[in-house]
C-alpha cells in the first residue's frame, strides 16, 4: 500500500510559477511510475504529466508542455511538478498517482494509487 500527500499548492497570478510536490509513504515507491493529473470545476481529472520509475522518461499533455517540469527523488520518496508561466485554465485540483508498473502512463485508470488533491488557482 502507497499513501501519497500533495502539497505546494496555492493562489497565484497569470505568468508565475509553483512547484507541487507528492511524497509517498507506506513502501518505497521507486519501482513505481507516477503522474500528475488534475480536475477543474465540472470537469472531469485529466492527464497532466507522468514519469517511470527512474525519471528517465516523461510525457506531458500538449497544454503544459513547455511550462510544467515533472521529476523525482526516489531517495526521498518525492516527486515533484514545476509550473511556470501558469495561467487561468491552468486553475485545478491536482493530484498525485502512483502505479504498480515501472512504466510512465497518461490515462486515469492506469494508476492504482492517488492523493486527496491539491488546489491550484491562478488569477488572471
Known amino acids: 500500500q502507497v499513501q501519497l500527500v500533495e502539497s505546494g499548492g496555492g493562489l497565484v497570478q497569470a505568468g508565475e510559477s509553483l512547484r507541487l510536490s507528492c511524497a509517498a509513504g507506506g513502501r518505497t515507491f521507486g519501482g513505481y511510475a507516477m503522474g500528475w493529473f488534475r480536475q477543474a470545476p465540472g470537469k472531469e481529472r485529466e492527464f497532466a504529466a507522468t514519469?517511470?520509475?527512474?525519471?528517465?522518461?516523461?510525457y506531458y499533455t500538449d497544454s503544459v508542455k513547455d511550462r510544467f517540469i515533472i521529476s523525482r527523488d526516489n531517495a526521498k520518496n518525492t516527486m515533484y511538478l514545476q509550473m511556470n508561466s501558469l495561467k487561468p485554465e491552468d486553475t485545478a485540483v491536482y493530484y498525485c498517482?502512483?502505479?504498480?508498473?515501472?512504466?510512465?502512463?497518461?490515462?486515469?485508470?492506469?494508476?492504482?494509487?492517488w492523493g486527496q488533491g491539491t488546489q491550484v488557482t491562478v488569477s488572471s
Open positions: 498517482a502512483a502505479r504498480r508498473s515501472a512504466v510512465a502512463a497518461t490515462t486515469t485508470y492506469e494508476y492504482d494509487y
Open positions: 514519469i517511470n520509475w527512474s525519471g528517465s522518461t516523461t
